[in-house]
Every structure is written in C-alpha cells, then in structure tokens.
C-alpha cells in the first residue's frame, strides 16, 4: 500500500508538471506580439510584394484519411493476415497429412513470402499503404518458414534456424530504414512476434524463444535509433510479453533461473535504452510512449523478478532493487545535464530511482529498521533537492518522510513492552527521536535553502516544525504513561498511579505550551505561538475533564500546577508585553 502510495505521488506529479508546461507556453503565446500583416489600398496603382514574415513557420496540415481510405487500409491488413494465418495452416496440414516433403514446403513458403515482397515492391510507386501491408505479409511468412524449419520438421539445427532469423530481421531492418513507413515496420515486426505463437511457442526450446525474441528486440532498437518511429518500441514490449508470458506460464522451471533473469535483464536495458537515448542523445522531449515504455518495463520487470526470487532469495532482490535505482539514477543525472529542458522528464526518472530505493528498505529490512532507512531516504532526497531546487525531489522526500512515519507507528503499536523497559533507552522513544531529529533537519533545509517559492519555502517550514513538535510531545507523553503502566511502578505506588499518571502528563502538556509560547515570541515565529497557545487551552480542557475522575489530592496538585504556569506566563507577558508589541 506505501508502495503504491508512493507510485501514485510520482504519476501525480508528473502530469502537473505537464501541466505546468503547458501553461507556460500558452501565457507565452499570448505574450508575443502578432505582427500584422500589411493591406494594400485598394485604389493602389501599383502592385505591392509584401515581405515574408519571419521568424514564423507555414501550417501545414495532416493530410486527413479519408474513410474510404481508411477501411481499404482495414481490409488490405484483414486480407494479409488471413493469408499469413492461412500459410501457418497450410505448413501445419502438410506436415500432417505428410504431402511435399518437409525441405519442399519450408521452399514453398519462402517464395509466397518472397512473392509477397515483390509485389508489394512494384505496387509501392502508386499504393504506398497498401504495399506496406503486402511487405510486412511477406515478411512475416519468411519468419514462418524459417521458424518451421526448426520447430517443426528438424531441418535445420538451432544455429540455422537463429541465423536465418537474423536474415530476415535483417531484411525488415533494411527495408524500414531505406524505403518504408511506421506502418510497414509495425507490420513486419507484429508479424515477427506472432510467427512463435502461429508455430507453437511451448514446443520450442527455452533458447529459442529467447535469442529470438532479442533479435526482434534490437532490431527494434535499430530502426528507433535511426528512423525516431518510438511507437514502434510498444510492439516490441507487447510482443516480448506476449511470447514471455505465454513460454513462462507453461514451461518454466527453478532449473532454468539464471538463463530467464539473464533474458528480463538484456529486454530492460534494451527497452529502457529506447527510450532514453531519445531523450539524452537526440535531446528530444518525452512522449506518452516514452512514459508508457518505461513504467511497463520497470516494473513488469521488477514484478516478475520479485515472483521468480522471493523469499528464497530476498537479500538478492533488495539488492537488485539498490541497483535498478542506481542505474535510473544515473540515467536521470545524464539527462538531466543533457537535456534540462525536458522537466517532466527530469522528476519522473528520478522518481523511478527513489521508488526502487523506497521498494528494497521493506524487502531486505523489519521492525523499526525500515522507518529508519525511509527518514534516512527523505533526508538524502531534500539534500538533493536544496542543492538541485527541484521540487519534485522535495515532494519524493515529503513521500519518504510519510512512508517512514507510517512504518514507525505499526512498529510502535505491535511493540511488547518487554520487562527490561528502561525510560528514554528504548526502541519506540528512539525511533520517535530520528522521526522528530528529521522534520527538523527537513525545515531548516527549508529556512536555509527556501523552495521554489516564498510561499512554499513558509508552508514547507511550518509543517514539518507543527510535525517535529507534535511527534515530541507524542514522545515525552508515551514515556510518561508507559512508565507509570510498568508492573513494577504498579506496585510500588497502587491504586493511584492513573491519578499520578494523569497529572504529570498535565503538567508536561502546560509546560510544553509555556515553552512554545515563548520561543514562538522571542522567535518571532508565529506557527510556534500558536502551537503554544492551543496546546495551553488543550491542556486546559484536559484537566478539567480529568477532575472529575482523579482523586481529591491530584485534582487540588493538577488546578494548582496549571494556574501557576498560567500566572507565570500571564506575569512574563505583562512584564515584557512592549517589548512584546513589535513581535505581535
């Protein structure tokens, strides 16, 4: 649940910031004055050339689709795929029915997918779409062909059948660079990935489907690389998961762990790759695809890792979780430096570091020790954050802090008080303590280094002061009624030591507001006044509730004990209330 907490924060802030652009260029739209273009009189003897605006580009719309167009595209892929549909069939028929020998009907489908090729090469000239439906066919059959000669007649052994592939992914490279549309590529590959499913996946060797796949894999690569087509990378997610899922539902094994680790290693690096070197080498702004690439690689792979090695092997997965942040990190720090523009980009890689980080605390950590390590992640993250001023990295630490104080409290309410309690030296009072040293050091980072704004700077100080203040009182509080519920004290006081507890937990409540109060006026801090000042009518409400159920002697010492911290503060602010004017 923290987790996806976590996720949600991450998403949230980084459509706001996509937002935040796009308002940004709209006021700048706005703000740039539209020169006007100049009217000749209509009595005008001459002809006038108007000069060219510069500085401004034509528009020139997309060509539209028409919905003839539109449904011939339809019915052209419906038709290819029914023929490669039908030649999957026809190679299956013939092996079964044992008609031309095995060599004769891999040859029959190399040159229906050869065929294929060529014609949607002499059409091209005049029917652009509709060629591209015939090449991508006829490369998808020559992946057929290729794959039954292994899969299903044993003609060729596995280093053929891998080299013929590379052929043909060879081919469909080519072919997308040199002459073709998205639509080709998306076609030849999508035919690709389909040809193992067509064939068989589960009868083919672990190997197999796994070279293959990569080769599909950086083919992809290649034509993103070259030709910018980054929708083209969504085939290859798909179609990665497509024949991975269904190869792992029906034959994976403990026995084959590091071959399959090995394989989601070398698919992340290769779709995080494309995606990436967009942003850092081409330096150009992060779509949707982007963002959907990377999300579902992240974590499709770090899910199906966990299910693989948890908990046989739980230290290993919370160290993979340490690296996969290192490794965003540092992608997040390249494109940063190279591409600072890109805003959205900039929190949501960093993002992805901190949420693997945040994943290995409870993985590899129990107890208080996870609360810890997040206080410690929130205080790295506003480190950062104060020397970078970025404010998604400050809203991740604020995400931290909370995921630690979230930690901290079930550790504290599934804490046995053991017979060995000692006061102040203990678990809860010192986790309490880190909790509490942490919202301090977080708003000084605020006083010292400020935010993006006065405003946040102020609203950033104020709640994590209120927070640090809270968590004290909460602290001090904690020890006084858990010391007095020891068995022991029990004992040696009896009856009365609710009574006993009661008032010193008033007395420590008055003090405490007396405290603020002054600190909040010397400081000239208002949030602390007016902590102090609520605390004190709080605590006055309290005893008067506690009178009617404390003995006679502790309601006298409680009204006593309070009104003389009241007249004290009363007298401290008559004594000083001109000095104490210029603070009000």
Request: net charge positive; aromatic share 14%.
């Amino acid at each position: 649940m923290n987790i996806f907490l976590f996720i949600v924060v991450v998403i949230f802030i980084w459509f706001q910031n996509n937002r935040i652009s796009r308002l940004e260029s709209q006021f700048k739209n706005k703000t740039v004055p539209q020169q006007a273009t100049p009217v000749a009189h209509a009595n005008a003897s001459t002809d006038v050339t108007l000069p060219p605006i510069t500085g401004t580009k034509p528009v020139t719309a997309e060509p539209k689709v028409s919905a003839e167009e539109s449904s011939g595209r339809l019915l052209g892929r419906i038709g290819i795929g029914a023929v490669i549909v039908g030649v999957a069939f026809f190679l299956k028929y013939a092996y079964d029915n044992n008609w031309v020998n095995p060599a004769g009907r891999v040859f029959i489908g190399l040159l229906i997918g050869a065929g294929v090729i060529t014609l949607g090469f002499y059409l091209r000239k005049k029917y652009l779409h509709y060629s591209d439906v015939l090449i991508g066919g006829g490369l998808t059959i020559l992946y057929l062909s290729v794959f039954s000669s292994y899969a299903l007649y044993n003609l060729a052994n596995p280093v053929v059948a891998f080299a013929g592939m590379v052929l043909v992914t060879a081919l469909a490279v080519g072919i997308s660079i040199m002459n073709a549309t998205p639509a080709l590529s998306s076609i030849a590959f999508i035919g690709a990935f389909l040809a193992p499913l067509l064939v068989g996946v589960n009868d083919l060797g672990q190997m197999l489907v796994f070279v293959y796949t990569t080769i599909l894999n950086v083919g992809i690569l290649g034509i993103l690389i070259s030709k910018k087509w980054n929708r083209l990378i969504l085939v290859g997610v798909v179609g990665t998961w497509l024949l991975f899922g269904t190869w792992y539902t029906a034959s994976y094994t403990d026995a084959v762990l590091v071959p399959t680790l090995l394989f989601l290693l070398v698919q992340f690096l290769l779709f995080t790759a494309a995606s990436v070197v967009r942003i850092i080498v081409q330096k150009a702004k992060a779509t949707v695809t982007d963002y959907i690439v990377l999300v579902v690689t992240a974590w499709s792979f770090a899910g199906t890792v966990y299910g693989m090695l948890m908990p046989m092997y739980q230290h290993y997965v919370s160290i993979g979780s340490v690296c996969v942040a290192v490794f965003y990190g540092v992608i997040a720090l390249i494109a940063f430096t190279e591409n600072p523009k890109d805003r959205s980009i900039n929190i949501f890689l960093p993002g992805l570091a901190v949420a693997f980080l945040t994943i290995a605390v409870p993985i590899e950590f129990t107890g208080q020790w996870i609360a810890a390590w997040w206080f410690v992640e929130a205080l790295v993250l506003y480190i950062v954050a104060s020397a970078s001023s970025s404010r998604g990295l400050q809203i991740m630490g604020v995400v931290g802090y909370v995921l630690g104080l979230f930690s901290l409290f079930n550790y504290i309410i599934e804490y046995i008080v053991p017979v060995n309690y000692v006061i102040i030296f203990n678990g809860p009072f010192l986790m309490l303590a880190m909790a509490i040293g942490t919202a301090y050091i977080i708003a000084y980072m605020y006083y010292r280094y400020g935010a993006i704004s006065p405003e946040i700077r102020l609203r950033g100080l104020a709640v994590f002061v209120v927070m640090a203040n809270i968590l004290t009182l909460y602290a001090l509080t904690s020890e006084i009624t858990t010391y007095y519920g020891l068995s022991s004290v029990i004992a040696s006081i009896g009856s009365n030591v609710g009574n006993i507890s009661n008032t010193m937990v008033s007395v420590l409540w008055a003090l405490y507001a007396i405290i603020l109060i002054a600190i909040g006026f010397i400081k000239r801090y208002t949030p602390a006044r007016r902590m102090g000042l609520i605390l004190f009518i709080v605590t006055a409400f309290k005893v008067v509730i506690d009178v009617w159920s404390i003995g006679e002697l502790y309601r006298i010492i409680s009204f006593i004990a309070f009104g003389i911290i009241a007249l004290t503060a009363s007298f401290l602010y008559a004594k000083y209330k001109d000095r104490l004017k210029g603070i009000i």
